[in-house]
Structures are given as structure tokens and as C-alpha cells.
């Protein structure tokens, strides 16, 4: 038996590490902190952001260097500090961003060229993407463009969609155009600002990245009845598990497993064994043997590097590269993987999967014993007090035939649905025969199968070539497969797809040259280029600095991690940190709450229930309905906050929130969906009715008819930076620092719920990362809670709501359903539109698109008759809201969906239906108004000859007969957007200082990525005549930009451009008899100081309302964009190949940013209509998807691979002051292009088996599994 040390006297219980080159010594750090919040709260080093804390975000991402055990050379890698501990950091060196460049030292090349390709909107993103590249070029400092973006796999950015992000990036690869910025040289990577100068200067050098020293002595910390133990030895880890093998503990490897199961534990006792040189014991082989805590990224080096000796290793490496993302596989562990599924049955795990398809083995030890073991017994072992040593992988024969797959609801970083790893031994010189029992290996079906063994066992000494052994093994695969039933997937797609995987493995078995063409393609994966984009815009020289292309004046603050939102401002004395409590289950009431758990977590404070709010219990505003801060007794929806707890920390704020007890009474099943409202007549009493000529009577008359229905979902906002507010009581009142769109709003919702006077609620609004409509209406609830707590204990609080309480309590987009039927002649023009639309507002309306419909629905198709009804559901969810091109995105779709059911109907390309029911200036819409602004008929038909559209689609033809398996789809989809402005009222403030010139701007929009300070910067230097670099716009807030309305709509940079120009133009004028007096040409710092001088009011305000009788749009926008892509139909899977979007952006302010908010708003788009699914649990309401887990926004590789933006040329807006049209979310309506290419796609699977005759609706989200049960296939058509 190993010897333990004693504990407390040979267990060293200090930290040692370097932060940015500066040496940091943590004496006994608490184990349930992780280096982000280190970071962050300690060293006020908030440049590393903080979101999920879940690894799949990656805007905490660091990196770091320390001595690697498996060959003792340095190692530099990323990784996410969110799930990182403190405690395994001992002598690492750390770079954060701040550690690479900034304003003082200069910036570094990654954070430069970020900014100046326009990758930064928000900038929430931004750091963590200029470190994760930072540790790439560290890595490999030459990477090919393929690595760059392999390398982006793990961070979402809501924002710009990512084409400007990648583009940066990729401006660093060796076989990237030199033009574009070229590779950087070592020097230049590591030439860091130094820490304590703020100069430049060679970083590693000074211990910025270097080995600064590896500790080798045990470690114990023990705080809060918590201990981490770090043995360095074996014996010390078997002494450690000796002695706790009772205790709640956990051996520790990457810590990564707590990103995926947030709720194991808790545990008394922590064994960090990163430290342990036995288990990074690997051997090249063959057999590769590998120590348990190699981390995956080392796997797969090991893999590539064995790969000459087997090609299964490739096929192994290939797979591993799909597993999490960069940074989880830099740190965690094959071991940990394997661990979470011994744990968790129900995990599809793909290290389980593939290892035991290779029939790799595992080998254990316990009590200095070791036992190897295959994968799937060592499942069944118990691992108390035993730890994994190793992995021996065998090469196979080199007569195997050995795959691995994986489909997942997104491209990168997701979990899979089905994974399967297939072995077979051929005998090729015979007949193609299986010589011994296969491994057919599959995770994701339900707890307890891993091999399918009755078709193993079938195939044995068959020959494969013939029919009858596909049949058989199919028959027996198809009997033995029972897929747990889930809501997030259902059992008939889990099977089905195995039963594809293992068809595309028989054929890839069979090879080629046994098979018909047709089938040939369906043994490969669907294969994506490296991505690609143009961008093409006009610009007028003459009026620079307006209309002139720049980046966001902040993008390089943002890069580098400077610019401050409301969390990373560094807390003031005594301020204190919340947390909603919220409801799980909808539907009920209120039992009891009991918090005195909560109340013994470290550093608990308070809570504070509907009795604290000294107002009204209400976030909402009159006329809208009441809607409680803390629910008082009704609970409509699981997520609706019922309480708020406070603590010293986030962290034990987050803590505590989980520790209240509640009891529900009276608990009904929730209506979740609009087919069930409809059933139940839960309808809140809002209801739209148009009509517009006889619609009744032209739909009995003409020649066709068609009815139906198609709906699509609710979307989470996922801006980058959850909603927080932070609320300071003064001797004033209350100031209020809110992420927030609605400063307005805000204001009147703290006054009304801490009954002051609006006067006293002072709000302040920087920037905030992200909004899309999240941040509007839906920011007052947080504001509203954070003040009452401020209030109450009369101290700073901060509330910075954690992801899951986040998505579950706030509001979303609304989903919508619509039934229709529609007349119309051989031609396919529209003679009749009947149509009733549901829109579920959630449990209230917060807001409502009833109203706008009579300016939305038709989209920019004619028809003479319509009957449009509109009703609103009551259901059991978050109050619905603005959600980025909210109301509109819905309509939209609905309506091209009509177009796509003529167009099948009568057996035409959609494109001519679309084309020849199109506006022409002079025809009116539903609500009466006339166009006069439309040229969408233009627009399309420049569309088509520049994509070549038609004879895309010969190709696109010509390849669907030729493929079986493999389809492709295109489709054009135009726009037509109402502008409404005269909702809209933003007070702007300008002055100059009269001291050097210099001009300040607050305007009333808030600055969210969509880059309005910087649009009202070039307006205001061009109206003064004074360069960029003299102005500077201040946070926006109540006091200079009073009675501010939303940013939202699209609206605000233009009509705060307005405001600037309407400023300046005064300011003009009162300063230019001055300019005169002095020679008409004087130099402006004089001229200003003359002004003053002289007494002239060197400031202005101005407020913007563009008011128009009744409900209005000012003017429309148009677009129109082609999509093509490719369907994999065995799986579902997708590749958006190719979008070709042209825009009309009238006279663009700034063409770099509008492009940026085209891309932006498209790529949101195809989040909605191909990834993010909200699902709820049928009996608790509770929101299923609630973490980066099972909600999937689109990654890097779901953009469009090669994306071609134009916004339309010589083009103009009349109805604008600065005569450019809105940009940030018409845009996004024209991603459902790539939904119906899908179905276009789907339409040709569906002929292929005879099923292609009736019209289907594709409703989104078109996930991976909706389009792969849409092509209703039938494992009877698989076939040699
Ligand atoms: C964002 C994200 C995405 C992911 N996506 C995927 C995916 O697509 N497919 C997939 O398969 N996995 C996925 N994972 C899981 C990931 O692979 C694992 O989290 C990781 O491999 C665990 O390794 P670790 O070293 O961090 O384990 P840890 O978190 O340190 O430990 C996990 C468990 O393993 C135990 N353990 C660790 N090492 C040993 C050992 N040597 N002996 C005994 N017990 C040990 C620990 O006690 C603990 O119970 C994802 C994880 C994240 C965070
Ligand atoms: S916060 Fe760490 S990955 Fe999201
Ligand atoms: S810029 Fe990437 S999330 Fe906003």
C-alpha cells in the first residue's frame, strides 16, 4: 500500500503563478473558484468575459503555458477559465488579453486586425476570439486558413456572423493573400506590453508566456468543508483515495465535465491528479497507449502522429476533432469523457463510442492494482477509490474497414444525437466476406446499448456484395435499436438515423466500384471549403467622413478587452451581488418558500420576496398588462421569478438562488403551444382583422385553390452579455447602471417600483454587448428587482443574471401560426389570400405584432383580395417580445410559404411565382397605403442574372438525379420592410469644449454593435468640419438624452444622425459669423475659443420625432437573396454553400457597418430557421433547452461558405435625412432562403421514394432532425 504524506505538513497550500509576465502567490484559495472569476474579481482583469460558464460560449477564453508532463517541454494552449479552478492553475503562466496589447502599450496585431477587419459589433466576443487565435499562432505560428477556422470551433458571436471575424483571423495563414496583412513573426506574437511600463516589450521574456517554473509539491486547500488535493506522485493519489474513498469526492482532471452536468455533487473532497507523471504515460506502439490525463487535443496529435502505422488512427483523430471545441480538448481529458458516461448512461459520449468500436482498452487501478479491461465492461465496474490509467489502442488489421460518425444539431461543439464507430475484417480476395463478428457500436440510443449484437452477429461470414446480407443486417439493426423517447429528440429519428450511419458505413464497406452511382455519394460526409465572402458597395468620397467605410471607432478598445460593460466595472465598497429565484414548474401557485438553506451558503446576505417592493410589485408599464416582479401568488410560467436572494458574490448569489426551497399548489398542466391554446381557446383579447377586396368570393371563383398550415418557433435572444443592472441608492435617488435599449423605460419601471419620482432614478447606458429587442421592454424585470434589493438594504447591488436563469425567465421571440387557403389562376398569380395568423404572446402581452400585420403580411406580392385575421394566444411561457425583425420575420416566412405551395400546385419554379406576383409601384398594400418606393422587381432580376441563378439550378437538377442520398436546393427569397419611425424619439446633445475644440456627443440610441457612435461621430465631423479624432460620444443616460424612446426598429443611428446634423447645423450657425469675422478660414481651436469668448452657446440639444398620422411606415426597405444548399438525406445534415444577398441600403452612413449588420442580421436569421429550438417539458412548462448544452445559435461553420453581400448601387432614400434605408434587421428575413432551398432539397429526397406528389410545409426550425423526418425515408429503399 502507498505511504500518504501526512496532509496538513507536506501538502504545500500556496498558489504560484504568472498573470501577464507578474508572478501571483494565492495562499489557500477557495476550490470552488475558477479562474475567470479569479481574474475578473480579484484582479480586476475583466478583459476575459464571462457568459455560459459552461464552455460553450468561449468569451472567457485565456491561455496558458506551463512545463507539459508527457515530455517536459513547454506547452501553450487556450482554454476556457470558466471551468477552469483556481486551484489547478499552480505554476502556469496565464495571458489574458489584457496581456497582449492595448491602448497604452499599443495593440497587438490579432486585436488590430479584429477591429480593422470589422470583426467587433458588440465586442463581447472580442477578447476571448483574439486569444484563442493567440494561442493558435503560439501553437503552429504559420497555420494553413483550413486550421484557422477549424480553430474557431467553440466561440459564438452573436453579432457579426463571423465572416469579418474568420476573415481576420484567416489574414494570418501562410496560404492567405499577403495583401490582406499576411503572417505575423514570432517577435511580433510575443512582443507584449510590459505589465508594469505599459511599453512594448518582448513578453516572453519577461515571463509573459515562458515556463516560469512547474510546481511539483502536493497541494491542499481546504475552504468552506471543500478540499483540493494536488498529489504528485501515484502513491500520494492512492493515499488521497484511500483515505476519502467514503467522502463525497472527485478526482479532477480538465474540470470540463462540470460544463456538461452543472449539478453533480456537491463534493467535500477534490483530487486534482493533472499532476501525477504515471498518468501521462504514452506509448507510440502500436498498440498506442495513452495516459489518463492526456488531454484530447494530445490524443489526437498522438493519433496523426501514429496514423502511418494505422489508418484507424486517422479515422480516430478525425472523429476526437469533433468532440467539444479547441478549448474544452486542450484541457479535457479522454479519461473525464469516459467518466461523465460511467456516471451518466445517458451521455453520447464519443470517446465511449469510437474507443470501443477500435476495441481499445482501458486499464484501472485500485490500491496500486491495476486491471485492464474493454471499454464497455469497464462501464459496468464501480470506480470508487479507483482511478483510469491508461488507453491501448489497437491499430486493427489493415483488411479493416473502420468509420466513426457523428450527427449533431450543429456543426461544431454539440453533443451528438447518434454516434456509431463500425468495424469490419473483409476478406477482399474470396467474396468480400466478414471473416470475424464486426463491431457496430452506437451511443445516443438509449442507457444500455452500445453494440448492435444480434447484427454483429448476423453479418459473420457474409458476403457483403449481396442484396440479402444488407437486407438482413438492416432487418436485425432495425429490431434490436429502441430508442429512448425524449423531448429534445424523438425515438423514430434516433433510429432511423442509426439505421443511415450503418447504411453509409456498408456501402463505404462494399467500396465504390460495387455500387450504382446513384448510392455511390451516400458513404461521404458532405464536405465544407474553407468559407469565403464578398462585399460590394458604392461610397461617395466627397462627403467622407459620411458614408465612408471605417470600423467602429471602439472595435480596437474592444478587441483588447478595455471597453467596460456593467460587470466588469469594479465593485465599490460594501455592494452586493443578486440572483432571481425562479419558478420550475408553470401554471400553479405559490406554496412555501423556505430559505434557510440558502441563507447558511458563505456570504449570504439577504432575500427578499413581492412583500419587500416598497412600490408596485409591477415591471410593467401603464396601459400594458401588470406583470409582478416577484410573483406574489400566481405562477404562469416555470422561470418566472418568485424571490431574489443576495450575497457577497455572484457566485454565492447564483449558490444560494439554487438553495431555496419552493412548493407549488393547485399545479395544472401548462398550455405550451399554439396548437394547445387553440384547443383549450386560451387566447389573450387582442384580435387583428383587413379586409380588402372580396376575398371570399374570388377564392370560390378561382381556378386553384390550396389550403394548409406552417408555423415556426420562439428564439432566445443569446445576446453575448446576460442582463445586468446594477443599482447604487444616492442621496438623489437611485442610479442605475442598466444594459439595457429602453434607458426610458428602465427609469420608469425602478421609479414605479421603489415609489420614487423619475427624477431621482438617474440611468446611465455605456454600451452593452448584445441586445436584438432582448434588452428592451424585457430589461426592465432585472432593473425593476436589482432596485428594490437596492432599496431594501440601501447598498449597491448588482444583478448579472447567470444563463440558465437568464433563458428561462426572459422574455423570447413569439412563435406564430398560420392557417390559410389561397386562390389563384393557371399562372400562379394570387387572385385570393384567406388567412388566420396566432401569435403566442406567452403568458401576457408584453407585445404584440398584431398591429403592423396590414404593413407586413404580403411581403412584396400583389393581390387583390385578402381577409387577414389575427389572434393572440395565452400560454404558459415568458411574456414574448422584440426579438430582432420581431412580427415581421413570421409574416414573412408564412407568406413564401404560400408562394412555395402555388409554385408545387402548379408544378412551376418558385422563382416565377415569386416574380410575377411581385408589388409594382402604384399598387397598394393591406393597411391602404400606395407604394411608391418599390423596385423589388429590379432588385430580383439583378439577383438572377448576378448569382446565375437559372442555370444553378440546371446543375442543381442534374445532380439531384444523379444522387440518391445527396440533394441540393436553392432558393430566392425578396423582401419588402415597413420603416416605422414616428414611434421613435431620441434627444441628442452636442458640445464643444471651448478649451481645445474638442467635441462631445450623448444621444439618446444606445450603442449595442451596431456601431451608432460612431455613425453620429461622422456626422457630426463632417457638419462641424473637424476630423473624427476630435469627438467622442459619452455614455447615453436620463439626464442628457431624457424621454429617449427603445433602440430598436432600426432605426436609431439614423435618426440620431438626424439629431446630430440638426445640432450641429445650429451650432453652425451661431459659430459662423464668428468664422467669418475671422477670415472665413480661421483654425478651429481659435474659432472655438473666440466663440467663447464672445459668449456664444457652444452646446445644443435637439430631440427627433418624426411624426406621422396614425400608424405609418416612413418608407421600405427591399432585398433579395439566393441560397443553395446541400442535404446529407441519410442524416439531415446541411452545408449552406452559397448566399447571395443584395440589399437596398439607400446611401449607406458607413458601408463597413451596414454590411457588418447585413451579415449580422442574416447569419441571427439562420440560427431561427435552421438551429435554435426552445423546448419545454410537457408536465413542468420548465424550459429544456436553457444552456449552451441543447440551444444551438449558429457556429462559425453554419455560415454560408461562401457569402456574397452587395448593397444595391445607386440607390437613395428620400425619406431619410442622411438618405440611407435601415439595415439592422430587415436582413434577417431573407434567411429563410436557406429553409426553403432545404425544401427544395427535401422535395427531391421525398420524389426519389415516391412520396414526392403532395406539398409539405417545412415549419422552423428546420433543425437537423426536421429535415431529415421530412424526407420520409425508409431504410427498404437502402439499397446496393
Ligand atoms: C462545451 C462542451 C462540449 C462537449 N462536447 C462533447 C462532445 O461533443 N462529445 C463528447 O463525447 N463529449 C463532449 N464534452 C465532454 C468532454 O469531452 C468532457 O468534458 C471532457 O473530456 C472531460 O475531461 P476532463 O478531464 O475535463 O474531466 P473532468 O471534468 O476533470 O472529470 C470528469 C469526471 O471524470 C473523472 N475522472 C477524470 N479523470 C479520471 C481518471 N483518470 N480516473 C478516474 N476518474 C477520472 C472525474 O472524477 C469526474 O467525475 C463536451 C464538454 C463541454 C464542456
Ligand atoms: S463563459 Fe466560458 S465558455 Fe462561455
Ligand atoms: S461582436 Fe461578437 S457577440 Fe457581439
Not at 504514452?282 to 494505422?310: E, I, K, M, W
Not at 368570393?697 to 390550396?706: E, F, K, Q, S, T
Not at 385578402?866 to 420581431?886: D, V
Amino acid at each position: 500500500m502507498p505511504i500518504l504524506p501526512d496532509a496538513n505538513e507536506d501538502f504545500n497550500d500556496k498558489l504560484t503563478f504568472w498573470v501577464n509576465g507578474k508572478r501571483h502567490v494565492v495562499q489557500n484559495p477557495d476550490p470552488a473558484m475558477t479562474l475567470n472569476e479569479w481574474l475578473r474579481s480579484q484582479r480586476g482583469l475583466t478583459g476575459t468575459k464571462v457568459m455560459c460558464r459552461e464552455g460553450g460560449c468561449g468569451c472567457c477564453v485565456v491561455m496558458v503555458t506551463h512545463s507539459d508532463l508527457t515530455n517536459g517541454g513547454p506547452c501553450s494552449y487556450s482554454l476556457n477559465s470558466c471551468l477552469c479552478p483556481l486551484c489547478s492553475v499552480d505554476g502556469w503562466s496565464i495571458t489574458t488579453v489584457e496581456g497582449l496589447g492595448g491602448q497604452k502599450g499599443g495593440f497587438h496585431p490579432i486585436q488590430r486586425r479584429l477591429a480593422d477587419f470589422n470583426g467587433s459589433q458588440c465586442g463581447y466576443c472580442s477578447p476571448g476570439m483574439v486569444v484563442n487565435m493567440y494561442g493558435l499562432l503560439n501553437k503552429k505560428p504559420q497555420p494553413s486558413q483550413q486550421e484557422v477556422e477549424n480553430h474557431f470551433d467553440g466561440h459564438i458571436c452573436r453579432c457579426t456572423g463571423y465572416r469579418p471575424i474568420l476573415d481576420a483571423m484567416k489574414s494570418f495563414a501562410v496560404d492567405a493573400d499577403p495583401g490582406k496583412g499576411g503572417c505575423i513573426d514570432i517577435e511580433d506574437l510575443n512582443k507584449h506590453p510590459c505589465p508594469s511600463a505599459g511599453e512594448s516589450c518582448n513578453g516572453a521574456s519577461a515571463n509573459g508566456n515562458g515556463v516560469n517554473g512547474t510546481s511539483t509539491s502536493p497541494l491542499r486547500c481546504c475552504q468552506r468543508g471543500v478540499t483540493w488535493y494536488r498529489p504528485t506522485t501515484l502513491a500520494e493519489l492512492y493515499g488521497l483515495l484511500e483515505r476519502h474513498s467514503q467522502d463525497r469526492y472527485k478526482l479532477v482532471c480538465g474540470n470540463t465535465a462540470t460544463g456538461v452536468y452543472k449539478n453533480d455533487g456537491p463534493y467535500s473532497c477534490l483530487i486534482d491528479i493533472k499532476s501525477v507523471p504515471d498518468l501521462y504515460n504514452c506509448q507510440t506502439g502500436p498498440p498506442l497507449v495513452v495516459g489518463s490525463a492526456v488531454s484530447l487535443s494530445a490524443v489526437v496529435d498522438l493519433l496523426r502522429a501514429g496514423s502511418d502505422r494505422s489508418p484507424s488512427y486517422s479515422v480516430l483523430a478525425d472523429h476526437l476533432c469533433k468532440v467539444a471545441n479547441v478549448s474544452v480538448r486542450n484541457v479535457g481529458s479522454w479519461a473525464g469523457n469516459l467518466m461523465i458516461k460511467h456516471a451518466h448512461p445517458e451521455f453520447p459520449s464519443d470517446v465511449f463510442t469510437i474507443m470501443e468500436a477500435a476495441g481499445a482498452k482501458v486499464t484501472i487501478g485500485f490500491r496500486g492494482e491495476s486491471q485492464t479491461m474493454a471499454i464497455s465492461d469497464f462501464w459496468g465496474t464501480t470506480m470508487n477509490g479507483k482511478v483510469i490509467h491508461s488507453l491501448e489502442i489497437p491499430p486493427g488489421n489493415p483488411e479493416d474497414v473502420f468509420r466513426t460518425y457523428k450527427v449533431a444539431p450543429r456543426s461544431q461543439n454539440a453533443h451528438a444525437y447518434v454516434n456509431a464507430g463500425f468495424r469490419m475484417t473483409l476478406d477482399r480476395q474470396s467474396e468480400v466476406k466478414v471473416v470475424t463478428k464486426p463491431h457496430i457500436v452506437f451511443g445516443g440510443i438509449n442507457k444500455t446499448m452500445v453494440h448492435a449484437s444480434a447484427t454483429e452477429d448476423f453479418l459473420v461470414g457474409k458476403r457483403i456484395t449481396d442484396a440479402e446480407t444488407l437486407r438482413g443486417a438492416l432487418t436485425a439493426l432495425q429490431a434490436e435499436l429502441v430508442p429512448d423517447e425524449s423531448a429534445l429528440q424523438s425515438a423514430q429519428y434516433t433510429k432511423q438515423l442509426a439505421m443511415g450511419l450503418f447504411y453509409k458505413f456498408y456501402l463505404s464497406a462494399v467500396g465504390k466500384e460495387g455500387l450504382t452511382e446513384q448510392v455511390c455519394s451516400a458513404a461521404d460526409s458532405l464536405t465544407r471549403p474553407v468559407s469565403r465572402g464578398e462585399q460590394h458597395f458604392q461610397t461617395k468620397e466627397s462627403e467622407w467622413p459620411v458614408r465612408q467605410p471605417m470600423p467602429k471607432t471602439s472595435s480596437r478598445v474592444q478587441a483588447s478587452g478595455e471597453a467596460i460593460y456593467i460587470n466588469d466595472m469594479p465593485a465599490t465598497s460594501g455592494e452586493v451581488y443578486a440572483a432571481f429565484v425562479t419558478s420550475t414548474v408553470a401554471n400553479c401557485k405559490l406554496g412555501n418558500m423556505d430559505f434557510s438553506h440558502a441563507m447558511e451558503i458563505p456570504g449570504a446576505v439577504a432575500y427578499l420576496t413581492a412583500a419587500d417592493v416598497k412600490g408596485e410589485n409591477n415591471y410593467n408599464l401603464p396601459p400594458s398588462p401588470v406583470a409582478e416582479i416577484f410573483s406574489s401568488n400566481e405562477v404562469s410560467f416555470a422561470g418566472q421569478p418568485v424571490a431574489l436572494v443576495i450575497a457577497d458574490t455572484q457566485v454565492h448569489a447564483d449558490a444560494m438562488a439554487k438553495a431555496v426551497q419552493v412548493t407549488y399548489t393547485d399545479i395544472k398542466t401548462p398550455i405550451l403551444t399554439i396548437q394547445d391554446a387553440i384547443t383549450a381557446e386560451s387566447f389573450h383579447p387582442i384580435v387583428k382583422e383587413v379586409v380588402k377586396g372580396d376575398p371570399k368570393g374570388a377564392l370560390a371563383a378561382a381556378p386553384h385553390r390550396v389550403s394548409g398550415e406552417v408555423s415556426c418557433g420562439s428564439q432566445y435572444h443569446f445576446y453575448m452579455e446576460t442582463q445586468v443592472c446594477r443599482c447604487t441608492p444616492t442621496e438623489d435617488g437611485m442610479d442605475v447602471q442598466s444594459a439595457t435599449q429602453s434607458m426610458d423605460s428602465v427609469q420608469a419601471s425602478v421609479a414605479q417600483a421603489t415609489g420614487m419620482s423619475a427624477h431621482r432614478v438617474y440611468v446611465s447606458v455605456k454600451r452593452v454587448g448584445g441586445a436584438f429587442g432582448g434588452k428592451a421592454a424585457a430589461s426592465k424585470l432585472p432593473a425593476a428587482a436589482c432596485a428594490v434589493a437596492a432599496q431594501n438594504l440601501n447598498r449597491t447591488v448588482r444583478l448579472s443574471m447567470c444563463l440558465d436563469a437568464n433563458m428561462a425567465a426572459m422574455s423570447k421571440r413569439a412563435p406564430y401560426l398560420v392557417k390559410y387557403e389561397v386562390g389563384f389562376d393557371d399562372e400562379g398569380r394570387l387572385l385570393a389570400v384567406v388567412y388566420n395568423l396566432y401569435e403566442d404572446n406567452g403568458c401576457s402581452v408584453n407585445t404584440c405584432f398584431l398591429p403592423i400585420l396590414p404593413f407586413t403580411a404580403e411581403n412584396v406580392y400583389y393581390c387583390p383580395n385578402w381577409e387577414l385575421t389575427g389572434q393572440t394566444c395565452k400560454t404558459h411561457t415568458a411574456p414574448t417580445t422584440y426579438t430582432r425583425a420581431p412580427g415581421f420575420v413570421a409574416v414573412h416566412f408564412c407568406m413564401e410559404h404560400i408562394i412555395e405551395h402555388v409554385a408545387k400546385t402548379l408544378n412551376k419554379d418558385p422563382t416565377d411565382i415569386r416574380r410575377i406576383n411581385m408589388f409594382e409601384n402604384g399598387q397598394t398594400i393591406l393597411s391602404g397605403d400606395t407604394l411608391s418606393d418599390c423596385n423589388i422587381a429590379q432588385l430580383c432580376d439583378d439577383l438572377l442574372t448576378s448569382a446565375k441563378i437559372k442555370q444553378r439550378q440546371q446543375e442543381i437538377e442534374v445532380f439531384n438525379k444523379e444522387h440518391r442520398w445527396k440533394k441540393r436546393g436553392l432558393s430566392v427569397v425578396p423582401l419588402r420592410y415597413a420603416i416605422f419611425t414616428s414611434f421613435f424619439r431620441f434627444t441628442v446633445f452636442v458640445a464643444i469644449y471651448h478649451t481645445d475644440g474638442s467635441v462631445v456627443i450623448t444621444h439618446g440610441g444606445i450603442e449595442m454593435g451596431q456601431g451608432v457612435d460612431t455613425k453620429v461621430m461622422q456626422v457630426a465631423a463632417a457638419s462641424l468640419g473637424v476630423p473624427m479624432e476630435m469627438i467622442h460620444t459619452m455614455s447615453t443616460n436620463t439626464l442628457s438624452s431624457p424621454n429617449s424612446t427603445d433602440s430598436g426598429g432600426s432605426v436609431t443611428s439614423d435618426l440620431n444622425c438626424k439629431g446630430v446634423l440638426e445640432c450641429c447645423r445650429r451650432l453652425n450657425e451661431r459659430i459662423n459669423p464668428i468664422r467669418q469675422e475671422m477670415g472665413g478660414a480661421p483654425k478651429w481651436t481659435e474659432l472655438i475659443n473666440t466663440c467663447h469668448s464672445k459668449g456664444v452657446d457652444l452646446s445644443e440639444k435637439y430631440m427627433e420625432h418624426h411624426p406621422l398620422p396614425g400608424l405609418r411606415p416612413t418608407y421600405n426597405s427591399f432585398g433579395v437573396t439566393c441560397t443553395e444548399v446541400e442535404l446529407d438525406v441519410l442524416t439531415g445534415e446541411r452545408e449552406v454553400t452559397r448566399s447571395d444577398i443584395l440589399f437596398d441600403c439607400g446611401e449607406s452612413v458607413n458601408p463597413d457597418l451596414d454590411i457588418g449588420q447585413v451579415e449580422g442580421a442574416f447569419v441571427f436569421g439562420l440560427g431561427y430557421w435552421l438551429t435554435e429550438k426552445c423546448v419545454y417539458d410537457k408536465e413542468t412548462g420548465r424550459l429544456l433547452t436553457n444552456g449552451t448544452w441543447e440551444y444551438k445559435p449558429p457556429a462559425t461553420k453554419d455560415i454560408p461558405a461562401d457569402l456574397r453581400v452587395t448593397l444595391l448601387p445607386n440607390s437613395s432614400n428620400p425619406y431619410s435625412v442622411m438618405r440611407s434605408k435601415a439595415v439592422s434587421e430587415p436582413p434577417l428575413l431573407m434567411s429563410c432562403s436557406a429553409l426553403f432551398a432545404l425544401r427544395q432539397a427535401i422535395q427531391s429526397a421525398r420524389e426519389d421514394s415516391d412520396n414526392g406528389a403532395d406539398f409539405f410545409p417545412l415549419n422552423g426550425p428546420a433543425t437537423v432532425e426536421t429535415c431529415h423526418q421530412a424526407c420520409l425515408l425508409d431504410s427498404s429503399n437502402f439499397t446496393l
